[in-house]
């Protein structure tokens, strides 16, 4: 039976890419001490894939804490218990929110980027000429990225909870008129830095290897045309927002 | 093979040490392909291919890429690095193999831009370059590091008759001064008959003349009467294989 035709073929193919994938990125650790020598690309892709998202991740940031301000504050004062939203915000935010949203909106801004850069790359026998220059393209291209997302993902998560926290307290505090030391105090007392934030940034660093891998992945294996590149850039952001919630999940059930 | 298409059968090639030997021939009849398999960047089914006494298909990577490091690579469509200019482009090798120190790598850079006449767009980025002179800062990358081989693909396209001028009196300078060995696929027989001491004629998967290109202007077979005399009509269909023309045109049916 042709598992490549009829119903099967969906499956077949994603199985084939999972796979495909997997054994990309035995390849990209494998190169890791080779990368090391062009540690100056990993620090162009860090400034690249972090510092670059930097102006969405604080936006986002910003109006996902209004946001949560406004409708926990909303839902508390039902129950009289408008005093735990700072405690409910950073909580959400550490634990899900911040590493969720944050690694959603970089496989938005920064993977489909390195997704079409290495495709075109492809398309344009870049990677061939590293090839012939006795340059291995997966420790000059793809190694640096990786390291570049599992880098520059929990320091965007970071940022995009201190953002979030910020705007939560524009609304309760400033707009809605809790009290200014109940929201810090409630929320000091209750956030715990290992249960919570660094578990937080431990599921930043794997989404951040996630997204940066799949990105990689796509655009390394593209077909070397623009449709082929388009493609290729919209799998790079499907496929990292199944992994990432579907990982998310299993570390979740795992850090609880 | 590719895919169940063969592309080559029975080829034999020797490439003398020291010489300038073309591979000429139909557009997609391999010569690129050939190239390729040359420098081990596609794998060939069955027999060998020798380069300095090394069979290159069973080369290990680290053996496959030191050969390559001796191997200079011009390609059809020039693959320069788009993020680096043209300076960075063609000191890339330098900068990746050896540790020089900037003033001596910088003097080796600008000698091979002057030699293809390019110092002056040292700066300029691979946007900004025409095809001709996109091509030019390939070879001066492809000669950076004195290679003993070089592989030519196509590297007359695109050049007006100064830099085609320029660039044949190069290729013949590598090779009598430091008696490099160069193979260049073209389809110029003009330039191609000004340097080169050997000339491989391949069509339908075999080499079907070699000779000088003086012995090739003067052979009688039908494959070179037709190649070089530019002839519709011969041993190579000039309309690739279709069904009946009047039936495509729907003219079958009225002459019934």
């Known amino acids: ?256 | 093979m590719l895919g169940r298409k063969t592309i080559f059968d029975d080829v034999d090639v020797d490439i003398p040490r020291g010489k300038i030997t073309a591979i000429m021939g139909p557009s997609g009849c391999g010569k690129t392909t050939l190239l390729r398999h040359i420098s081990g960047q596609r794998m060939p089914d069955a027999g060998r291919i020798e380069i300095d006494g090394a069979n290159v298909p069973t080369l290990p990577r680290p053996a496959l890429f030191g050969l390559r490091e001796k191997i200079g690579y011009l390609f059809q469509n020039s693959a320069l690095l788009t993020d680096y200019d043209v300076f960075e482009n063609v000191a890339f090798p330098l900068r990746q193999h050896l540790r020089l120190p900037e003033d001596v790598l910088r003097n080796i850079v600008l000698t091979k831009l002057e030699a293809v006449g390019l110092r002056g767009a040292a700066a300029l980025m691979p946007a900004e370059l025409s095809g001709g002179m996109a091509r030019r800062v390939a070879l001066a990358r492809a000669i950076i590091r004195d290679p003993m081989l070089i592989l030519y693909d196509e590297p007359f396209v695109g050049l007006d008759p100064i830099a085609l001028n320029q660039v044949l009196r190069m290729i013949r300078t590598l090779n009598d001064t430091l008696g490099v060995t160069s193979v260049l696929v073209a389809h110029e027989f003009s330039a191609v008959a000004r340097v080169a001491d050997l000339v491989y004629l391949l069509a339908g998967g075999k080499i079907v003349a070699h000779g000088t290109p003086e012995e090739l202007r003067k052979d009688p077979s039908p494959w070179t009467r037709q190649f070089f005399g530019g002839e519709a009509d011969g041993p190579v269909p000039f309309q690739y294989p279709a069904g009946d023309y009047a039936a495509d045109l729907g003219f079958a049916e009225a002459a019934r």
């Open chain 1, 1 to 256: 039976m042709n598992t490549r035709s009829g119903p099967f073929a969906g499956i077949a193919d994603a199985l084939a890419q999972i796979g495909a994938c997997g054994l990309f990125g035995l390849q990209v650790l494998a190169a890791l001490p080779a990368s090391l020598r062009h540690w100056r690309e990993t620090v162009r892709q860090i400034w690249f894939t972090g510092a670059m998202s930097l102006v969405i991740i604080m936006t986002c940031g910003l109006f996902v804490g209004m946001v949560l301000g406004l409708q926990l504050y909303y839902v508390l004062s039902i129950f009289g218990g408008t005093a735990a939203l700072g405690t409910v915000v950073s909580l959400s935010l550490y634990r899900e929110l911040g590493p969720v949203v944050t690694a959603l909106l970089f496989a938005g801004r920064a993977g489909t980027s390195i997704t079409a850069e290495i495709g075109l790359m492809r398309a344009t026998d870049q990677l061939d000429a590293m090839e012939m220059m006795a340059v291995d393209p997966v420790a000059y291209v793809a190694t640096p990225r990786f390291i570049a997302g599992i880098l520059a993902m929990p320091l965007l998560a970071c940022v995009f909870n201190a953002l979030g926290i910020f705007g939560a307290h524009l609304v309760g505090v400033n707009w809605l008129g809790l009290d200014n030391g109940t929201f810090w105090s409630n929320m000091t007392s209750s956030v715990d830095v290992w249960k919570d934030v660094v578990n937080g940034v431990w599921k930043s660093a794997v989404f951040g290897g996630v997204v940066a891998l799949i990105a990689v992945f796509q655009g390394y294996t593209t077909a070397p045309t623009s449709e082929g590149v388009a493609h290729a850039t919209t799998r790079t952001v499907v496929f990292s927002s199944i992994v990432v919630l579907a990982v998310d999940f299993v570390m979740t059930a795992f850090l609880m």
